[in-house]
C-alpha cells in the first residue's frame, strides 16, 4: 500500500533532521555550521558566486548569507572581489585557508558518510538522489498544486 503524503511528508522531514544533525556533529569539531559548509563547498569550484547563489545553496535568506559571508571574511576563509561581467555584484571565493579548511571538512565529512552510505548501496543511493532532486524541481515549479487544488475543491463540491 502507498504512503499517504503526510506520511512521506513527515518521513522526509525526519530524514533532513536527522541528516543535519548528523551533519553538524561532525562539523562542531570544526567550529562550522551546516550552512558554511554549504557555501565552502560551493566556492571550492573556484568560479565566485554572488550572494544570491550562496543563500540559494545554503538554503538560507539573502541577508542570513551575507552576515555568513561577513564571518566567513572575518575568519580568512573567503575573500570579496568584483564580479568582473558585472561591476554592480560582488563575488565570493575561497582563500587558501578556506580551502584547506573545506578539505579538513571534506575528509570528516565523507568518513562520517562512509558509515551510513552503503546501506542504501550505489544504485539506490543515486536513485534516491534522482528522485529526491525531481521532486524538489516539481514543488519548486509548483507542478501539480494547480491539480491538487482543484481535486480539493470537486470535493468539497460533492
Known amino acids: 500500500m502507498a504512503k499517504q503524503p503526510r506520511d512521506l511528508l513527515r518521513l522526509l522531514t525526519r530524514v533532513e ?5 548528523r551533519l553538524q556533529s561532525v562539523l562542531e569539531e ?16 573556484g ?8 543563500a540559494d545553496h545554503a ?6 548569507a551575507t552576515k555568513l559571508i561577513d564571518q566567513l571574511v572575518d575568519q580568512n576563509l573567503v575573500f ?3 564580479d568582473p561581467a558585472d561591476r554592480r555584484r560582488v563575488l565570493a571565493c575561497l582563500t587558501p585557508r578556506g580551502m584547506e579548511r573545506r578539505q579538513q571538512l571534506v575528509r570528516a ?13 550505489e544504485e539506490r543511493g543515486e536513485r534516491l538522489e534522482v528522485l ?23 470535493e468539497r463540491g460533492r
Not at 533532521?17 to 544533525?21: D, E, F, T, Y
Not at 568560479?47 to 547563489?53: C, D, P, R, S
Open 80 to 82: 570579496r572581489r568584483v
Open 30 to 45: 570544526f567550529d562550522c555550521s551546516v550552512e558554511a559548509w554549504w557555501v565552502l563547498d560551493l566556492l571550492s569550484d
Open 47 to 54: 568560479q565566485g558566486h554572488h550572494m544570491t547563489a550562496l
Open 109 to 121: 565529512v565523507r568518513a562520517d558518510r562512509a558509515g551510513w552510505e552503503p546501506l542504501l548501496g
Open 132 to 154: 529526491l532532486d525531481r521532486l524538489a524541481e516539481a514543488l519548486e515549479d509548483g507542478a501539480g498544486a494547480t491539480t491538487a487544488r482543484a481535486e480539493r475543491a470537486v
Open 17 to 21: 533532521r536527522l541528516a543535519v544533525h
Open 59 to 64: 538554503v538560507m535568506p539573502a541577508p542570513s
